[in-house]
């Protein structure tokens, strides 16, 4: 009847369009966080927002498979656009940095979007800076 064929249906429709095992694409970006040091190619420390006197801020990223591709780092804030920072990814496995320093009057809402040559975003972290631990 129709009513025992709809679920059946519906079931096939959704085995067809979900992913088989090996066929969803993995993010190269295995890791992106703000930090406010780099130790030995590391992340000294992992932050989502800062409220201290730090005068510098990173973004680490660390890719896979992405060797001979272009990486950029695009730094925003409060939604103007500050810098844009260049990777040529050398290798399989590649750890970048970039970094802006930081005065008070550059306090809010900042973000990095990760994108290849293509300009898709690959992943993209947000950051607020408060060093007087005011409202802005």
């Known amino acids: 009847t129709m009513q025992t064929m709809l679920p059946v249906t ?4 959704l085995f067809m369009t979900a992913p088989r095992a090996g066929e969803a694409t993995a993010s190269p970006v295995s890791r992106a966080i703000f930090t406010t040091a780099i130790q030995q190619a590391e992340p000294a420390d992992s932050l989502s927002e ?3 006197d730090a005068e510098q801020v990173f973004l680490f990223t660390e890719l896979r498979n992405m060797d ?3 990486v950029m780092h695009t ?3 409060k939604g103007a656009i500050i810098a844009r920072v260049r990777f040529d990814v050398g290798g399989p496995h590649a750890r970048l940095w970039s970094g802006r320093l930081l005065t008070p009057d550059m ?3 900042w973000r990095v979007v990760v994108t290849n040559a293509s300009g898709t975003v690959l992943t993209e972290k947000t950051l607020d800076y ?3 631990d005011v409202p802005f």
């Open 130 to 132: 408060n060093p007087e």
């Open 107 to 109: 306090q809010g809402s």
């Open 68 to 70: 001979g591709e272009v």
């Open 75 to 77: 730094w925003e804030h």
């Open 50 to 52: 800062l409220r201290s």
């Open 10 to 13: 519906l079931l096939l429709l």
